[in-house]
């Protein structure tokens, strides 16, 4: 069975600077691998995803993920954080069998000016 | 409709009573999903459905939970004997050949 672990509950860091948020899984297999993003009183909306090929992804509002299979690691990155991108961000996995989506807890960002 | 609907977005209920939640998924998804998420928690992963196939109930909490998706497409998340511990927003979930889960606005269940 597949899992995700985010080890860090929140992380704060000032505007501009850069952002790294970690996600590992476990899993039999190269799974698919997202990233969402739930901004206060939002739904959950895809950041990003990764299924196969180039194991650099692009995604939405300048995010991108590194997929390392050596680590079995899934980390969101950002240049330059901005005030609005304070949110909680969820790691997710998928088997490749049929898209069963288990996410991790969650890593809450602050973003202070 | 063009989203994921759920019903009813706010229930509040007493300890012991049965509740139904309701989910429509987007039109032509083939998998349907239910979560929970409690407050300062993750998505906990409860059902899933695709397809034709068996859902898998791997991660119902209790027998008192149950859900059924009628059709290919209309699900219902029932719990019986509703608990505290109950209380939580349930989301529902569907996806098509992408694998990109499109949410609804969720469930706010609470259990006095």
């Known amino acids: 069975a597949q899992s995700v672990t985010q080890p860090d509950i929140h992380i704060t860091v000032s505007e501009g600077a850069s952002l790294e948020l970690r996600c590992n899984y476990s899993y039999g297999a190269t799974p698919y691998l997202f990233w969402y993003v739930q901004s206060p009183g939002q739904g959950l909306q895809l950041l990003l995803k990764y299924f196969s090929g180039d194991t650099l992804v692009q995604g939405i509002k300048g995010f991108e993920a590194e997929f390392k299979r050596s680590q079995s690691s899934f980390n969101l990155r950002k240049p330059s954080v901005h005030w609005s991108d304070a949110a909680e961000y969820f790691c997710a996995v998928a088997n490749t069998g049929g898209f069963k989506t288990i996410f991790g807890a969650g890593t809450r960002l602050f973003v202070k000016a | 409709g063009a989203g994921v609907s759920q019903s009813p977005s706010n229930k509040v209920t007493e300890k012991g009573k049965d509740v139904e939640l309701r989910c429509d998924p987007i039109s032509g998804h083939t998998a349907l999903y239910w979560y929970r998420q409690s407050l300062g928690q993750g998505l906990e992963f409860l059902i899933y459905?695709?397809?034709?196939?068996?859902?898998?109930k791997s991660g119902l909490p209790s027998d008192r939970f149950s859900a059924e998706r009628t059709g290919g497409s209309v699900s219902t998340l029932t719990i019986q004997r509703t608990q505290q511990e109950d209380s939580a927003v349930y989301l529902c979930a569907s996806s098509g050949d992408t694998g990109e889960l499109f949410f609804g606005e969720g469930s706010r269940l609470t259990v006095l």
């Open positions: 459905f695709q397809g034709n196939s068996a859902p898998d």
